[in-house]
């Protein structure tokens, strides 16, 4: 199909609200296409064929992206048709677009490797999926499809059990329902979302979002239990004995600290404590919310990937003075583009190669300044290929009257301690079909990965929502043939 | 899933008693666990402690005092019949159960209902167990209770002064609370101590226990959000080491507690949960809710 095609070299961009006018409200930064914007965005792309399109072979999830991108120009004349086949190219591959087409790392992955870059702007992939998805959602065209999918489900009488409502498990969840299986979902926390909803702040993904995303999984059937802690409420064992498999997306949810002096000074939040405050006990409307939070005059951020940038972003929302320390170089700062570029329009200092070593507190033991070492980088390179930095032994000092630690997590050690699961370095091991030591039981996302992203945590939740289906046709079949 | 207030009453002064239909928390409860519970959809997650439970009925006993904000909207807003938003749990280890041979179990204010399972389940196993009670006149809870479940329950009450304001008070009370853990310690001899209740309470009386070279375990309540490891807010210093007291207690060793950090961590929001309380009577007493 060898249209020719007119080459567009610049990128149609997506509006976004001013730097002075977002920092004083937690509304959504960036504002999406209109159809008309969309549009024009989508004739840029050159619809490399499929076996070859290289934008495809960098998605962790494989969305056939020419092939949606396509629907928006071939039926420009019927902008509702052009989004409900869009949508309908995306969901085989994605069930939740408006949260990828947000939070994806695209430079990383689909659009680094866009043809388009040779001669111009690489084309606006993320954007043009979140348009897709939030035009969808608006018309309710996503429903629609949703209740054409719904009839078609044919019931197979088994059951799954998944552990933690984040991407990974939502996305399992979701799979599983389509394929005919009865899923419960048992969550610990009182609202379903995982990071989406504790972590990612409203700026960057509204929660209403999120919650029509978990919305239409309970229209395909899902149960949700909130409130309930695996480990604690239910253990993993009697789950096997009610369920025909178990999936664990459970996520890295428990906080990395700094083994300094001081770390438990007031004053000192990781960042899921700050970010769980504001985001989901919505902290900044206090007190009409009663959640406290307490932000200072001075806040540094330690860390340099997206939880570090939320964190910083959310508290220069307070009007505090941020600034960002990282003990590396900007070359290693492992943040989303576009989330670098915001945190440093909205007025946030970057401070490199410094490495908190002590904090400092007042005589009413809350925090005043952190002490840092001056770091410098060697040319030789680590194992995930970053340059080893070693200590200079020369010292400075930043006032801070908040802190906040954004420097890693690990899994969640409830989940770990199940007898039998085997775990190393503090990660679910599991084979190449998802499942873990205990027959049955799969596991995916940041829980087997550690830290990692939102598309890896949804592509392991289809890929295990594949290999239970295949294990659970086994054992009916077994069963039938018994 | 409903969490119906099956039952509330008022049984002391600020102590409100709630029971609740919450079959997953029944069904699994140990003595020393707590529960995450909201209220109310702008509310906030506070940790309390199943006192009582059936597990074939599905229910648990939470018994609150009357602190602050949350605390205050539960007893003014809430009615039997009404539902609890979220009872997320059970929460934290349970205590530990042994034979520790004769056990002082104590209870400042409130802190003794979280005793009551504890010291009952002890007594049970064969442990010989005085419970103290130290609180203000009109705040009396679980005496009955207590009396049937454990070898001896001391109660010691104290006078709120109307003429002291309240932290001169709740000074009488640790002064009354040390003074009758010395009597106690001086007259028998006790295998173990436990202890529930504020921090600065609790490190009172750990001075007198020290002093006595008895082993003492502390149920630690710092500020919790999550309940179950993922935000840190929990964190003490346990033998030099930072614990979170959701995942790791909430029950430690009262000789590796770091106390000034516990306290000074406790007292990180007053001025805010203040605003929110006095908001909060301002808004009631204009009628508006
Ligand atoms: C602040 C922040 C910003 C981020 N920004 C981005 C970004 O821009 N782009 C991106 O791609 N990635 C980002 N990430 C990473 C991404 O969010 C994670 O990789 C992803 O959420 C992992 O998904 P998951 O389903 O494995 O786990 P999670 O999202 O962590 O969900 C796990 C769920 O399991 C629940 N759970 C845990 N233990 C239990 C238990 N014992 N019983 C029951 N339930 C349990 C938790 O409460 C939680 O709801 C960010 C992470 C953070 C913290
Ligand atoms: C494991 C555990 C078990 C508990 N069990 C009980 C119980 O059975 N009955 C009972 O009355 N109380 C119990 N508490 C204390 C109870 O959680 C607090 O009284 C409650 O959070 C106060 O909320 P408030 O809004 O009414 O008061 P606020 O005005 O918010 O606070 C008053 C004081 O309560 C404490 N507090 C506030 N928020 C929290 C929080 N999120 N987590 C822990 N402490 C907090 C602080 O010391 C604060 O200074 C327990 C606490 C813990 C940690
Ligand atoms: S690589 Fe770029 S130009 Fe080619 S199909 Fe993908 S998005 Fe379009
Ligand atoms: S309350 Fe969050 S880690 Fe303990």
Redesign the pocket.
């Known amino acids: 199909m060898a249209v020719k095609r007119k080459i567009i070299k610049e990128r149609v961009p997506t509006p976004e609200m001013p730097a002075e006018e977002r920092i004083k409200s937690f509304a959504e930064v960036n504002l999406g296409y209109t159809f008309e914007l969309a549009v024009k965005e989508a004739e840029r792309c050159l619809q490399c064929p499929y076996n070859y399109a290289p934008c495809i072979k960098g998605c962790p999830v494989h969305i056939d992206i020419p092939g949606f991108i396509s629907k928006l120009v071939q039926y420009r004349d019927d902008p509702d048709k052009a989004v409900k086949e869009a949508l309908n190219v995306i969901w085989a591959c994605n069930s939740l677009p408006a949260t990828t087409g947000r939070v994806c790392p695209q430079e990383d992955q689909c659009e680094m490797n866009c043809v388009m870059g040779r001669v111009g702007d690489k084309i606006n992939i993320g954007k043009l999926e979140r348009f897709v998805a939030d035009y969808a959602r608006e018309k309710g065209i996503d429903e629609e499809l949703l209740f054409e999918i719904i009839p078609k489900i044919e019931k197979k009488g088994q059951s799954v059990a998944i552990i933690g409502a984040g991407p990974a498990g939502l996305t399992a969840a979701g799979e599983l329902a389509k394929l005919g299986y009865d899923v419960t979902i048992y969550e610990a926390l009182h609202e379903a979302g995982g990071v989406l909803m504790y972590g990612i702040p409203e700026f960057r993904l509204p929660k209403s979002i999120v919650e029509s995303e978990i919305d239409k999984l309970r229209k395909l059937g899902v149960k949700i239990l909130t409130d309930h802690i695996v480990g604690k409420t239910v253990t993993i064992e009697e789950l096997l004995q009610e369920y025909d498999a178990v999936f664990i997306g459970s996520g890295a949810g428990t906080p990395r600290l700094i083994n300094a002096p001081g770390i438990n000074l007031n004053g000192i939040y990781t960042a899921n404590e700050f970010l769980t405050r504001v985001n989901l006990m919505k902290a900044y409307l206090f007190p009409e919310y ?1 959640t ?1 939070v307490k932000v200072g005059k001075k806040v540094v951020v330690i860390g340099a990937g997206n939880t570090a940038m939320d964190a910083a972003r959310s508290a220069r929302r307070f009007g505090a003075e941020v600034t960002i320390a990282y003990r590396r170089g900007p070359e290693d700062v492992s943040a989303r583009v576009e989330e670098v570029h915001h945190a440093k329009e909205e007025g946030i200092k970057f401070e490199f190669y410094i490495n908190p070593v002590e904090f400092i507190g007042d005589e009413n033991g809350k925090i005043k300044a952190v002490k840092f070492e001056k770091m410098k980088a060697l040319d030789e390179r680590d194992s995930r290929g970053k340059r080893k930095i070693v200590g200079t032994g020369e010292y400075v000092t930043l006032e801070a009257d908040t802190v906040i630690i954004a420097i890693g997590k690990h899994p969640n050690r409830l989940i770990v301690n199940t007898p039998g699961l085997k775990v190393e370095r503090g990660k679910i091991v599991v084979d190449e079909n998802l499942m873990t030591s205990i027959p049955g039981v799969f596991a995916g996302g940041d829980a087997i990965r550690g830290e990692a992203t939102v598309i890896l945590a949804m592509g392991d939740g289809r890929m295990a929502a594949k290999a239970i289906h295949e294990y659970l046709t086994k054992k009916r079949e077994e069963k039938e043939n018994a | 899933m409903s969490y119906k207030i099956l039952e509330k009453k008022e049984i002391a002064m600020r ?1 409100i008693w709630y029971r609740i239909h919450a079959p997953h928390v029944a069904k699994k409860v140990q003595p020393g666990q ?1 529960v995450i519970v909201r209220a109310f959809k702008n509310g ?8 009582m439970w059936d597990r074939d009925e599905g229910w648990i006993v ?13 007893a003014s807003e809430l009615k039997e019949g009404d539902e609890l938003l979220n009872v997320a749990g059970p ?2 280890n349970p205590a530990e159960m042994e034979k520790f041979g004769k056990v002082l179990a104590i209870g400042a204010y ?2 003794i ?2 005793v009551y399972p504890i010291a009952r389940a002890w007594q049970e196993l064969g442990n010989d167990v005085t419970t103290l009670h130290v609180t203000f006149e009109p705040m009396v809870v679980l005496k009955d209770e207590l009396e049937e479940a454990v070898g001896r329950h001391v109660l010691e009450t104290v006078p709120i002064d109307p003429n002291l304001d309240f932290p001169t008070n709740m000074k009488n009370v640790t002064k009354r609370l040390t003074e009758k853990v010395r009597e106690l310690l001086e007259k028998e001899e006790y295998d173990m101590v436990f202890m ?1 209740g ?2 600065g309470d609790q490190r009172a009386v750990f001075n007198v226990v020290k002093e006595f070279g008895i082993p003492m375990k502390s ?7 999550d ?1 179950t490891g993922m935000c840190g ?2 964190r003490v210093t346990v033998g030099g080491e930072v614990k979170f ?2 995942i790791d ?2 029950e430690f060793d009262a000789y590796q507690v770091n106390w000034d950090e516990l306290i000074a961590r ?2 990180y ?2 001025d805010m ?2 605003r ?2 006095q908001e909060y009577m301002k808004a009631l007493q204009g009628g508006e809710q």
């Open positions: 009663d406290p | 102590n707590f906030e997650r506070i940790p309390l402690t199943p006192v939470l018994i609150t005092f009357i602190r602050g904000r949350t605390t205050m909207r539960m929460l934290g409130t802190g209902v979280e529930v504020p921090a149920d630690l309540h710092p500020i919790m959000v309940g807010a929990c007291a959701c207690g909430p406790s007292g929001y007053t949960e203040q929110a309380m």
